[in-house]
């Protein structure tokens, strides 16, 4: 079946570093994808969608030039988190979107992100 | 109002047990609905989707749309421990809509 990959699962870094996470569709193509961030014992928040060669679409509140995301062919998108500070430590799972299999989305298994 | 409602829980039952999960939402114009089943730490994995009003079994699990009410279950058969996990209903307009998932309902099942 079709696979959506993450990488790396978890990641510690120093505020202030950036960190680019990963999403890949294995078997599919996806011209489209999402972004989720998830706080403990939270839902999934929509960050934003992520269009295979134009730019994202941030949901409301979600700072873009915190959070760059570029999806630049259609099996990638990544997630860089800028300048990142103990308040962006999250669990951050992507999606990409199937518009031939039977399931409408496909998600990845998250990175876990902590900032030191 | 919230698009969806879903009781956070966590719902405890034993092993065995007939599992029953709903949710409630407000626009009529949702025409898909989607079932979503999270384990800790790991991404959502859908169990489920139907589309308008109806039954649809899949195994143990069965998802009851009622859009009369804007109601939607699913119910869970002869519950295992491996049952326990957050489940996400999400209703949409299309099918290939982005999600706005709800709280999620965490469910427990003890051996």
């Known amino acids: 079946g079709a696979v959506v990959s993450q990488h790396p699962s978890w990641v510690i870094c120093k505020s202030g570093t950036s960190v680019k996470i990963e999403c890949r569709s294995l078997d599919f193509q996806a011209t489209t994808m999402f972004w989720y961030r998830q706080f403990p014992k939270q839902s999934l928040m929509l960050m934003a969608t992520?269009?295979?060669?134009?730019?994202?679409?941030?949901e409301q509140g979600v700072e873009k030039d915190k959070f760059l995301i570029n999806h630049a062919s259609l099996t990638l998108s990544t997630l860089t988190v800028t300048s990142a500070h103990p308040e962006d430590s999250s669990f951050y799972i992507c999606?990409?979107?199937?518009?031939?299999?039977?399931?409408?989305?496909?998600f990845g298994d998250g990175t876990r992100l902590s900032i030191l | 109002q919230k698009e969806v409602e879903q009781d956070p829980g966590p719902l405890s039952v034993p092993e065995g047990a007939i599992v029953s999960l709903n949710c409630t939402y407000s626009n009529s114009a949702f025409q898909y609905f989607m079932w979503y089943r999270q384990y800790s730490r790991k991404g959502p994995e859908l169990l489920m989707y139907t589309y308008s009003s109806g039954n649809k079994e899949d195994g143990r699990f069965t998802a009851q749309v009622d859009k009369s009410s804007k109601y939607i279950s699913l119910f869970i058969r002869d519950s295992q421990p491996s049952d326990s996990a957050t489940y996400l209903c999400?209703?949409?307009?299309?099918?290939?809509?982005?999600?706005?998932f709800g709280k999620g309902t965490r469910l427990h099942i003890l051996p």
């Open positions: 999606s990409a979107r199937d518009l031939t299999g039977e399931k409408p989305q496909h």
């Open positions: 999400a209703p949409l307009m299309n099918r290939d809509d982005k999600i706005i």
């Open positions: 992520s269009n295979e060669g134009s730019k994202a679409t941030y």
